[in-house]
Antibody
Framework: VQLVESGGGLVQPGGSLRLSCSAS????????MDWVRQAPGKGLEYVSG????????SCADSVKGRFTISRDNSNNTLSLQMSSLRADDTAVYYC??????????WGQGTLVTVSS | QSVLTQPPSVSAAPGQKVTISCSGS????????VSWYQQLPGTAPKLLIY???RRPSGIPDRFSGSKSGTSATLGITGLQTGDEADYYC???????????FGGGTKLTVL
């Protein structure tokens, strides 16, 4: 099993960014997938999750209306579209295999820095 | 502040045992499975315990989990210097409809 995130970087406040996670080594559509983030020096924070078939999603109140999770089961890819980014969105974003809090595999993380 | 409450730090000597508590409520820990994660410095978290007390393959039996009511506990026996890390509990919260984590506990092996 391998999860590889990409798309992180430096973005100005109010800007947008799209994160991707390429999955391999398992039947992608069989698993719910989530995004979890960790601000510098802080703890873990759930961001958003999506069911295996993509029909169900959830997200934290802190990102509701700004972040959208999606998946492409034909290409084994999980995505997180982030808009109206704020300084407090600065964090390492991890792609994780679910469901719920049974996160048995984590990606290496991709750093998103929101700063002018 | 985090929905789940963990002590900020714990410490013990090599070879000793330590426990880390995780306190929640009826909307999360009491009625949902709890997981525990270990995060070594500079690395992604790793699953240590799932479904309250089950260990993934490769996790030594020095690590154990338990749950009672609205609290869960991670136990680590035979402490090693390599166990120095941050430990997090996590579970689903049925009221918030999101995964919630504890604030993390830093383990120091003296």
């Amino acid at each position: 099993v391998q999860l590889v995130e990409s798309g992180g970087g430096l973005v100005q406040p109010g800007g947008s960014l799209r994160l991707s996670c390429s999955a391999s080594g398992f039947i992608f559509s069989d698993y719910a997938m989530d995004w979890v983030r960790q601000a510098p020096g802080k703890g873990l924070e759930y961001v958003s999750g999506i069911s295996g078939d993509g029909g169900g999603t959830s997200c934290a109140d802190s990102v509701k209306g700004r972040f959208t999770i999606s998946r492409d089961n034909s290409n084994n890819t999980l995505s997180l579209q982030m808009s109206s980014l704020r300084a407090d969105d600065t964090a390492v974003y991890y792609c994780v295999r679910g469901p719920y809090s049974n996160y048995d595999y984590w990606g290496q993380g991709t750093l998103v820095t929101v700063s002018s | 502040q985090s929905v789940l409450t963990q002590p900020p730090s714990v410490s013990a000597a090599p070879g000793q045992k330590v426990t880390i508590s995780c306190s929640g409520s009826s909307s999360n820990i009491e009625n949902k499975y709890v997981s525990w994660y270990q995060q070594l410095p500079g690395t992604a978290p790793k699953l240590l315990i799932y479904e309250n007390n089950r260990r993934p393959s490769g996790i030594p039996d020095r690590f154990s989990g338990s749950k009672s009511g609205t609290s869960a506990t991670l136990g680590i026996t035979g402490l090693q210097t390599g166990d120095e890390a941050d430990y997090y509990c996590g579970t689903w919260d049925s009221s918030l409809s999101v995964v919630v984590f504890g604030g993390g506990t830093k383990l120091t092996v003296l």
